[in-house]
């Protein structure tokens, strides 16, 4: 052991300055690298498993895990991580163990009745069926971690039932933290449950979320809902006229130069009128409430006839004669009338038209270098008038020159930023090209520190040759006969012996240019 530590320390002084400097470079990198990857590979990475559990049930689901023997850790929040590879695969594991709160007995409660279950018994698994089915459907839904439902259903009985005797609802909602449910959410929610509890109305539903807030309150009052609708689309309505002139004069005055403010008024009236009008009946156009026919019929020697009389005041009385001298009849018709009665109902639902258009355009014609004249405000006035569908006298051109500041601000800020930029680009630049350069002066130096050892070595290696050559030539008059190989054996042995110093500077000059 002694001996290798010895022949490492021998090696590492015979190396020069610089392969020094990359040997201790290589071997830090080596070691960063083996540290890092050391880190990594022992480092625990937890994932998230569930999030705002109660405390018992987040007891249940960590006594789970530790007899699954999962590492795990539980924040203040409440929320819970594991660290396992798929934790969806976790999920369902502990799901089919039943400790997710989450996770609430169905249908399938119903089938575990026993024959002896009264009706009130099959009542009351109905209806936590019911709740639990409800509750999982909610809690599925997004931004929602887990919900609760509650009914009030009116027991079924073979007897009237009281009117008093009504569905209500309950749902709590656990929401995910910073989630807010939307008002859209909260009545798919109410739809929900009254398309699932028969007799179950909006009115008796109520919707909690874990901070006590009462969400369907935003419900309650449809004319502050149908007011923000109203409100909503009046925006819109004037974005878009401002939108259109403002883009449309843009194109001839130049960006910035141009400022449109829009005012529409929507109509939301909704009028129902009634009318009744009574009309005496005339000639027999009328309703027929009654009628009555009398017949009268007699024989006789002698002829003659009752005088009748018309009358065309109601009742009408038609008499009709025939005489024969010896055969007599008669008929009377009695009808009542009713009176012509006419009902006419007009609804007339405005449904949000346009009832007013007012535009105010501010033009800077300094900036744009336009001259103003009555002519061209005319000219304008028309133009926009025309475009959105109003008179002359709802549109207001005014003249001004605009506040640039912000602009100038935030162009001088953009500068900045471009200054910035480019001495970011440029320092980089120069840091990369001195990376190259010095790099490339290593090499260069590199090669030209070998080229000046391989000529120091050559000339060297030319003196030794010219030394051995004098040698040789000296020894030339022993008598002795070698062979070829052992001659040259023979003479580098005594240039040993002779001459140590050269003989180890040329090994060492050939060790270092290898």
């Known amino acids: 052991m002694g001996e290798i530590i010895e022949r490492i320390q021998k090696w590492w002084n015979n190396q020069d300055k610089n392969r020094k400097t990359i040997y201790i470079s290589i071997a830090s990198a ?25 405390e018992a049930n987040g007891g249940r689901i960590i006594n789970t895990l530790e007899e699954m023997g999962i590492k795990y850790n539980v924040n203040p929040n409440g929320s819970i991580y594991v ?32 024959f002896g279950a009264t009706s009130y018994d099959k009542q009351v698994n109905y209806q936590i069926a019911l709740e639990g089915e409800l509750s999982n459907t909610i809690s599925s839904m997004s931004g929602v971690e887990y919900a609760k439902v509650h009914l009030v259903i009116p027991p079924r009985t073979y007897y009237q039932v009281d009117e008093n005797s009504i569905a209500k609802a309950s749902v709590l909602l656990m929401l995910e933290n910073g989630y807010t449910m939307k008002k859209e959410q909260v009545k798919g929610i109410v739809n929900f449950l009254t398309g699932s509890v028969q007799g179950l109305t909006q009115e008796n539903v109520k919707v909690v979320d874990n901070f006590s807030n009462n969400l369907t309150d935003q419900l309650s009052n449809s004319e502050i809902g149908s007011a923000d609708s109203k409100f909503q689309l009046k925006a819109e309505i004037e974005e878009y006229y401002s939108k259109k002139v403002e883009q449309n004069l843009q194109s001839v005055f130049g960006l910035g130069n141009v400022v449109v403010i829009s005012e529409i008024n929507l109509n939301w009236e909704k009028l129902e009128e009634e009318a009744r009008t009574v009309e005496p009946v005339v000639d027999e156009n009328g309703i027929v409430l009654s009628e009555q026919t009398q017949t009268e019929s007699s024989s006789s020697g002698s002829s003659g006839a009752a005088p009748g009389t018309t009358s065309n005041i109601p009742p009408f009385t038609y008499e009709t004669q025939e005489s024969t001298g010896q055969f007599y009849s008669s008929s009377n018709t009695i009808r009542n009338y009713d009176v012509n009665e006419i009902y006419k109902k007009t609804v007339q639902d405005k449904s949000g038209d346009i009832s007013d258009k007012s535009i105010t355009v501010f033009i800077d014609f300094a900036n ?8 061209l405000r005319a000219q304008i006035n028309k133009a926009v008038s025309t475009a959105v569908g109003t008179t002359d006298q709802n549109i207001t051109i005014l003249s001004m020159a605009f506040n640039r500041t912000a602009e100038t601000q935030r162009a001088q800020y953009q500068e900045q930023l471009d200054q910035r930029n480019r001495r970011i680009i440029m320092i980089i630049t120069i840091i990369i090209s001195v990376v190259v350069i010095t790099f490339l002066l290593y090499v260069f130096t590199r090669i030209l520190k070998r080229r000046r050892t391989y000529k120091f070595i050559e000339e060297r290696k030319k ?25 040259a054996q023979r003479r580098l042995e ?12 040329i090994i060492k000059l050939w060790l270092n240019s290898k």
């Open 30 to 54: 080596i070691l960063l690298i083996i540290i890092i990857t050391v880190i990594l590979s022992t480092r625990i990475t937890y994932k998230f498993l569930m999030g705002g559990v109660t």
């Open 83 to 114: 660290d396992y590879g798929n934790v969806q695969e976790l999920r369902m594991r502990l799901a089919t163990q039943g400790v997710l709160g989450g996770t609430n007995q169905g249908y399938e409660l119903l089938q575990n009745q026993g």
């Open 368 to 375: 744009a270098n336009i001259t103003e004249t009555d002519e």
């Open 463 to 487: 003196k030794l040759e010219d030394r051995v050559q004098e040698f040789v030539s000296e020894s030339e008059e022993e008598v002795e006969e070698y062979t070829p190989s052992q001659e």
């Open 494 to 505: 005594d240039i040993v012996e002779k001459r140590p110093d050269d003989v180890a500077e």
